[in-house]
C-alpha cells in the first residue's frame, strides 16, 4: 500500500481546517490536507467574520483580500423585522456594532473590522493561501480509519474516483471534518447536548431587491407571517450573500415530522412569500437541509490526534460564531504543534489545547442557542405565543400600533425585547473576552480583573495573563502600527518600556539560548517603537520598566510589574514553564554559565 508520510495530517477543508493548513504552513510544519468532496463549500453558509478572525488572518497577512472580498461592516448594521422584504416593517435594531454609541468600542478594540464574508469566499483565500505556502492538498480523498502509537497516527483513505486506497503517517492528526466528524468518533471523543433539535432548509437565490432594502442596508431580515406555518409563528430569514442581488433564505420544517420534499417550484413559492413580491424574477441556485444542535464536546484531543472546529462545537447560526470560532481553535493549535515539532517545546505543552478551548466552545454553543430562546420575547411582545389561531395572531400584531394602555405596554415590552438581542448582534465580549486558564499561562500573582460591564455584550481590554493582547495604535520605523501588528507571526514578543532594556536583552538571551524565537520591543519616547498617543502606557497594566510576554497566538503568557533583578532567569523560570521545559531549560543554564566560567 502506498505510504505518505508528513508532519500532521488534516482531515477536512472547511475554515478550521484550511485556516489550520494555513497557520502550519506558515510556520514551516509539512502538512497534509485531504478534504472527502471535489471541492469547497458550494454554498454560503458561514458569513459573518468578526474582528478577532480578521486580525488573526491579519497576522497571516491576508486581510486587504478579505476586505476586498467582503461586505463591510457599515452595510451590516439594520436588523430588520417586517412581514416581507416588500411588506410592513415590524421593528428596526442596529447590529454589529454600527450603532453610533458601539462603534467606538469596535474600533479601540481591534486594528480590523468585522466584514461579511460568505464561506464561498472565504475558504478559496485560505486554501490559496495554505496551497502557496506549503501545504498539500488532496480533493476527493475520504478519510476511512487511523491507528496511533506512540510515534505517531497511520490513517487510510481511499480515492473516491480511483478507488484507490492508501495510508498517510503523519505525527499528528487534526480531525476538521464537521459536525459528523467520523474522526471524533473514531478516538472516542465525549460529547455533551444533543443533536438534531431542530430543522432548517437553506434556499440559495439570485434575485435584485436591491429596491426594498436600499435606505435599510442589512445582513438579515427577519420575517414574521402567522399562518405560514401551522400553528406556529411563520419566521423565516432573507440573509444578504452579495449585495444586493444573492440571498439565502431560510425556513424551518418539524424535525419530528418526514423530511420535506422541497423541489424548484416549492422553493420560489417560498422565496416570492418571504420577499413579498410574486413578480420579481428570481433563480434558485441551491436547496438543502439542516439541523440545528446544541451539544459540545469537553475533551477536544485524544492522544495524537486533535479536533476542532465544528466536530467539536455544534450549534446554530445565531451570533455567528462558527467559523470564528473554529479559525480560533486552530490558530490556538497551530503554534503550538509547531513549537513541539521543532523541538522547542515539550509534548505536555498541546495538552492547554483541551484547557483553553474546550470552555470556548462550550460558551459558543451555549450562547448561540441561549439566542434563539431569546427570540421568545419578541413574539411574546407581537402576542404571537397567545393564540395558535393565525388570524388572532395577526391582530395581536396589528393592535401594537393601538393607542391604549394595552398597546402602549405591548410597545414597551417590544422596546425591551429587542435590547435583549443584543445579545446576539452586538456581542462584543464573547468575541474578545476569553481568557485562557491553563499551563502555558504563567500568573503574575495578581486576581483576575473583574468585569466592570456586562462582560458578554462589552470587551474588557487587559493584559492579564491568558488574556488578549489588547490593541492600540504605535509608531513603529515610522509607521503607525498596532500593537496586535507588532505581535503574533508565530513568534513570542516581549513589550517593555523604558528602563526596561533588561528584559529586551534578556529575551534575545532566552532565544539564542533555545532557539525560540522572541521578539522584543521597547516602547517609548525615542526608541524603536513610539507610543504617539500615550495609549499603551494606559493598557499595558504595567510600569515603564515591567514587560508584557505575548505568545504567537496573541494571548498574553506572563506579565511582570517592573524589571526584575535578574530578568534572564525570570524569563528562563516563565519560557520553561509556558513550553514544559522546566529541566531543559535549567539544563541549558547551567551550560551557558559553566561555559562562561571556563572562558574567563
Known amino acids: 500500500m502506498n505510504i505518505t508520510e508528513t508532519d500532521v495530517l488534516i482531515v477536512g477543508a472547511g475554515p478550521a481546517g484550511l485556516s489550520a493548513a494555513l497557520f502550519l504552513s506558515e510556520y514551516g510544519v509539512a502538512n497534509v490536507l485531504v478534504e472527502r468532496y471535489r471541492w469547497l463549500a458550494h454554498t454560503p453558509r458561514a458569513h459573518i467574520t468578526n474582528q478577532r478572525a480578521v486580525e488573526i488572518l491579519r497576522d497571516m497577512g491576508l486581510e486587504q483580500e478579505v476586505i476586498a472580498k467582503a461586505t463591510p461592516q457599515e452595510l451590516m448594521g439594520n436588523q430588520v423585522f417586517c412581514t416581507s422584504l416588500a411588506g410592513e416593517e415590524l421593528a428596526r435594531m442596529h447590529t454589529w456594532g454600527t450603532h453610533p454609541a458601539r462603534r467606538a468600542e469596535y474600533e479601540l478594540a481591534s486594528p480590523s473590522s468585522m466584514c461579511d464574508l460568505p464561506q464561498t469566499l472565504l475558504e478559496p483565500i485560505l486554501l490559496e493561501a495554505a496551497a502557496a505556502r506549503g501545504t498539500e492538498v488532496r480533493f476527493k480523498t475520504e478519510y476511512l480509519a487511523l491507528v496511533q502509537d506512540d510515534e505517531g497516527v497511520t490513517a487510510t483513505v481511499r480515492h473516491r474516483t480511483s478507488g484507490e486506497v492508501s495510508q498517510i503517517r503523519a505525527k499528528y492528526l487534526l480531525g476538521a471534518d464537521g459536525s459528523r466528524s467520523k474522526v471524533a468518533a473514531d478516538v472516542g471523543l465525549p460529547m455533551e447536548g444533543e443533536m438534531a433539535i431542530a430543522g432548517s432548509m437553506n434556499i440559495f437565490i439570485e434575485a435584485d431587491l436591491s429596491h426594498l432594502v436600499a435606505d435599510r442596508p442589512s445582513v438579515l431580515y427577519w420575517i414574521l407571517q402567522p399562518g405560514s406555518t401551522i400553528g406556529g409563528v411563520g419566521m423565516g430569514v432573507v440573509r444578504m450573500v452579495r449585495p444586493w442581488d444573492q440571498w439565502l433564505l431560510i425556513w424551518g420544517y418539524d424535525i419530528n415530522g418526514p423530511k420535506p420534499e422541497v423541489d424548484e417550484a416549492e422553493a420560489r413559492r417560498i422565496a ?8 420579481i424574477d428570481i433563480a434558485v441556485r441551491d436547496i438543502s437541509l439542516w439541523t440545528n444542535n446544541r451539544a459540545y464536546m469537553t475533551r477536544y484531543s485524544a492522544g495524537r490526534v486533535f479536533c476542532m472546529g465544528d466536530a467539536c462545537h455544534r450549534h446554530p447560526p445565531n451570533n455567528g460564531l462558527g467559523a470564528n470560532t473554529s479559525i480560533q481553535d486552530s490558530y490556538n493549535l497551530a503554534w503550538k504543534l509547531a513549537h513541539v515539532l521543532q523541538g522547542h517545546a515539550d509534548p505536555s505543552l498541546l495538552d492547554t489545547y483541551d484547557a ?19 427570540f421568545g420575547a419578541i413574539f411574546d411582545a407581537f402576542g404571537l405565543t397567545d393564540s395558535t389561531d393565525a388570524g388572532q395572531m395577526r391582530a395581536n400584531m396589528e393592535a401594537l400600533k393601538g393607542d391604549t394602555a394595552a398597546a402602549a405596554d405591548q410597545r414597551q415590552r417590544l422596546r425591551q425585547a429587542m435590547q435583549l438581542k443584543d445579545y446576539e448582534f452586538n456581542a462584543h465580549g464573547v468575541e474578545f473576552n476569553q481568557r485562557y486558564h491553563s499551563a502555558a499561562v504563567v ?24 488574556a488578549r493582547l489588547p490593541h492600540c495604535w504605535v509608531l513603529h520605523g515610522g509607521r503607525k502600527v498596532s500593537t496586535i501588528d507588532l505581535a503574533g507571526k508565530g513568534r513570542f514578543t516581549l513589550l517593555t518600556g523604558i528602563g526596561g532594556e533588561g528584559w529586551a536583552r534578556a529575551a534575545g538571551e532566552i532565544a539564542m539560548r533555545t532557539g525560540v524565537e522572541i521578539a522584543a520591543f521597547v516602547i517609548g519616547r525615542g526608541r524603536e517603537v513610539i507610543d ?9 497594566e504595567v510600569a515603564e520598566g515591567g514587560c508584557v510576554l505575548v505568545r504567537p497566538d496573541l494571548h498574553v503568557a506572563w506579565r511582570s510589574r517592573d524589571l526584575a533583578p535578574d530578568p534572564v532567569r525570570e524569563l528562563e523560570r516563565v519560557f520553561g514553564t509556558v513550553l514544559g521545559l522546566q529541566a531543559e531549560m535549567s539544563r541549558v543554564a547551567g551550560d551557558s554559565t559553566r561555559a562562561l566560567e571556563t572562558a574567563s
Do not use: C, F, M
Open 272 to 279: 416570492h412569500r418571504l420577499i413579498g413580491d410574486d413578480t
Open 532 to 540: 504617539v498617543y500615550d495609549d499603551w502606557a494606559a493598557l499595558s
Open 443 to 466: 500568573p503574575d500573582g495578581t486576581d483576575e480583573p473583574a468585569y466592570d460591564r456586562d462582560p458578554e455584550l462589552h470587551y474588557h481590554p487587559t493584559t492579564w495573563p491568558g
Open 356 to 374: 483553553e478551548r474546550a470552555p470556548v466552545g462550550r460558551q459558543v454553543v451555549e450562547r448561540a442557542n441561549k439566542s434563539i430562546a431569546e
